[in-house]
């Protein structure tokens, strides 16, 4: 079936505007994780979640993060108030978490830019 | 805490050329090390996953090693090509199945 996609592909804003990218999983997949990729920072973990509860934020950057997912399928990814040091491509994984089989499948991102 | 270091950092090679791109990582108590290809501007590709329980993986004319008690992985690129030319990453799971990556190692194959 279809891959994990993201939406929008890019997203430019202004400094102080609240900003939602979205994932939509593999079909069947229960794990869905948020990475952030910042130039000369690598891939950082946010969040994960687990069906619809997200028992580990510990990457969340700040306050002004937060993500929700429903249905077990879709996640939103809101900053509020954003900042320049937002700016990075946001990639969502999903994962079937089956016992042995962890294999992470990317989103092409949303790259996202604060001016 | 679980530290990925990828070297080297960046990589020229001429076509043709077989090499191997590094990655350690220093806590061995790992399920499975997975190395994905990023290509400039997208997401990333995955390539292989190796189990902890395995030594090697095999897809075409990559090649991706494990050596949990060393903490170290190695891909090997075989007949290198111009399209080869990407930035490859390797990953663990850290605790919840999050994946900490290495600084990635940027592959450019000249024709």
């Known amino acids: 079936g279809a891959g994990v996609s993201q939406s929008p592909s890019n997203k430019v804003t202004e400094k102080g505007k609240d900003v939602e990218l979205r994932c939509d999983p593999i079909s069947g997949h229960t794990a869905l994780y948020w990475y952030r990729q910042s130039l000369g920072q690598g891939l950082e973990f946010l969040i994960y979640f687990q069906g619809n509860s997200a028992p580990d934020k510990s990457g969340l950057p700040s306050d002004r993060f937060s993500a929700e997912r429903t249905g077990g399928s879709v996640s939103t990814l809101t900053i509020q108030r954003t900042q320049q040091e937002d700016s990075a491509v946001y990639l969502c994984?999903?994962?079937?978490?089956?016992?042995?089989?962890?294999?992470?499948?990317f989103g092409p991102g949303t790259r996202l830019t604060v001016l | 805490k679980q530290e990925v270091t990828q070297i080297p950092a960046a990589l020229s090679v001429p076509e043709g050329e077989n090499l191997v791109l590094n990655c350690s990582f220093t806590?061995?108590?790992?399920?499975?090390l997975q190395w994905f290809r990023q290509d400039p501007g997208k997401g990333l590709t995955s390539l292989l996953l190796?189990?902890?329980?395995?030594r090697e993986q095999t897809s075409g004319r990559l090649n991706a090693s494990l050596d949990k008690s060393s903490g170290r992985s190695t891909l090997y690129i075989a007949a290198s090509q111009p399209g080869d030319s990407a930035t490859y990453l390797c990953?663990?799971?850290?605790?919840?199945?999050?994946?900490?990556f290495g600084q990635g190692t940027t592959l450019q194959v000249k024709p």
């Open positions: 990953a663990v799971p850290g605790n919840t199945g999050k994946l900490i």
């Open positions: 994984a999903s994962t079937i978490r089956l016992a042995g089989d962890h294999e992470q499948f």
């Open positions: 806590d061995s108590a790992i399920y499975n």
């Open positions: 190796i189990q902890s329980s395995q």
